[in-house]
Antibody, heavy 119, light 109 residues
Framework: QVQLVQSGAEVKKPGASLKVSCTTS????????IHWMRQAPGQGLEWMGW????????NYARKFKGRVTMTRDASINTVYMDLSRLKSDDTAVYYC????????????WGQGTLVTVSS | QSVLTQPPSASGTPGQRVTISCSGS????????VNWYRHVPGTAPKLLMY???QRPSGVPDRFSGSKSGTSASLAINGLQSEDEADYFC??????????FGGGTKVTVL
């Protein structure tokens, strides 16, 4: 079965960088893009971008351009999301999700990674 | 603040029908297909509906989706206690970004 397993919770200081991993299984890693989203406390979901595990191509949401980097390591079926220059309002649960087969929106999601940014 | 508008809450008794709306504009819902997800906090969101009204394998036919103009809806027939969760809509907008509704918390009374 399709699974996306994310790295564990993190606490970061303002100005630091964050790296969240998402390890996939149960399907062909290079066949589907991986989306990244986040949900701040009490807020709706926010899309951050996608990475193409086959070619490494990326597309970032305008809001995060210049601060986010999405990469992949096909040898271990894992994608990464780096977010730099963290601020307190980056406190959120971060999710990865596989591109769907029915359309290109997410279908299977990871369990989420809680990131707390606090001094 | 989410671009797509959903009611913050909805409720019903077991067996009832509950409908959740997702309202947008001509540049998002008006021109793109909608997905719906169920999310129990602390777990991975689950895809319930794609391409407006298509159910993935394993999703009961109690769930149905529709779209008309700049609004989409998810209906849950025969409400069950296990349906208590947050439900949100999502789609690509015309600027090629994914946007989400704010989510609707469904309570089974």
């Amino acid at each position: 079965q399709v699974q996306l397993v994310q790295s564990g919770a993190e606490v970061k200081k303002p100005g630091a960088s964050l790296k969240v991993s998402c390890t996939t299984s149960g399907y062909t890693f290079t066949s589907y893009y991986i989306h990244w989203m986040r949900q701040a406390p009490g807020q709706g979901l926010e899309w951050m971008g996608w990475v193409d595990p086959k070619r490494g191509a990326t597309n970032y949401a305008r809001k995060f351009k210049g601060r986010v980097t999405m990469t992949r390591d096909a040898s271990i079926n894992t994608v990464y999301m780096d977010l730099s220059r963290l601020k307190s309002d980056d406190t959120a649960v971060y999710y990865c999700a596989k591109e769907g087969t029915g359309n290109t929106l997410p279908d299977y999601w990871g369990q989420g990674t809680l990131v707390t940014v606090s001094s | 603040q989410s671009v797509l508008t959903q009611p913050p809450s909805a409720s019903g008794t077991p067996g009832q029908r509950v409908t959740i709306s997702c309202s947008g504009s001509s540049s998002d819902i008006g021109s793109n297909a909608v997905n719906w997800y169920r999310h129990v906090p602390g777990t991975a969101p689950k895809l319930l509906m794609y391409q407006n009204n298509q159910r993935p394998s394993g999703v009961p036919d109690r769930f149905s989706g529709s779209k008309s103009g700049t609004s989409a809806s998810l209906a849950i027939n025969g409400l069950q206690s296990e349906d208590e969760a947050d439900y949100f809509c999502a789609l690509w907008d015309d600027s090629l970004e994914v946007i989400f509704g704010g989510g609707t918390k469904v309570t089974v009374l």
